[in-house]
């Protein structure tokens, strides 16, 4: 895999140096090194074949020390969902599918809607309950039906008019409140190309 510049022992030495693992042998084993933004912890594996330092997440390399190789097409999952922990009971393997699927199983997507879920005005997620008119999210939705909509089709209708009327796209954007870039893509069609 690596051409370590580093022993496999080194590497197990750095890595349980900026391990904090309690007593309860079931509580998360948090990471207290180095993290991407994400949150999710980093550590350096060594040197590749060109002399680079290559980086790996703390969590594979918590599985592969302590319970086994793992596959090339698997991800290492937390069960937990705390992204710097290392305990390998916490972590299993699983595909991109079962990972995406874990996501949204534990309300952890980004985005407020899961599909066939709706928030009730309440903000609470329950099945079959609508807070908006956006019905139900389907593949291949477009416009407001899709949940990662931020205008309307008023606001698409308008910014066009403005512009075919000689408005210029900057003074569109700022009045409608919507980025340049998105009034350009409005109106040449790269988006909202339905209406």
């Known amino acids: 895999m690596i051409e370590d510049a580093h022993k496999q022992g080194n590497l197990e030495e750095r890595f349980w140096r900026y391990v904090e693992k309690p007593d309860n042998p079931n509580a998360c084993w948090e990471w207290q090194g180095s993290c991407y933004p994400n949150g999710y912890g980093i550590m350096c594996l060594g040197k590749n ?62 985005t407020p809607f899961k599909p066939g879920v709706r928030s009730n005005p309440e903000g609470e997620f329950k099945v079959g309950v609508r807070a908006s008119p956006r019905t139900e999210i389907k593949p291949g939705q477009c416009g407001e039906q899709c949940y990662a909509s931020k205008y309307t089709v008023a606001q698409v209708k308008k910014a066009r008019q403005m512009v075919a009327s000689g408005i210029t796209p900057t003074k569109v954007a700022r009045h409608l409140g919507i980025s340049r870039n998105s009034i350009y893509d409005i109106v040449h069609r790269r988006t ?4």
């Not at 393997?93 to 199983?105: C, S």
């Not at 909202?192 to 209406?195: A, G, L, Q, R």
């Open 49 to 110: 074949k060109d002399g680079k330092h290559k980086t790996g997440l703390v969590h594979r390399v918590a599985y592969m020390l302590l319970v086994g190789p793992i596959p090339e097409s698997l991800c290492v999952c937390h069960y937990c969902d705390n992204k710097k922990c290392v305990n390998p009971r916490h972590l299993f393997l699983g595909t991109q599918a079962d990972n995406i699927h874990d996501m949204w199983q534990k309300g952890r997507a980004r």
């Open 192 to 195: 909202w190309k339905h209406i």
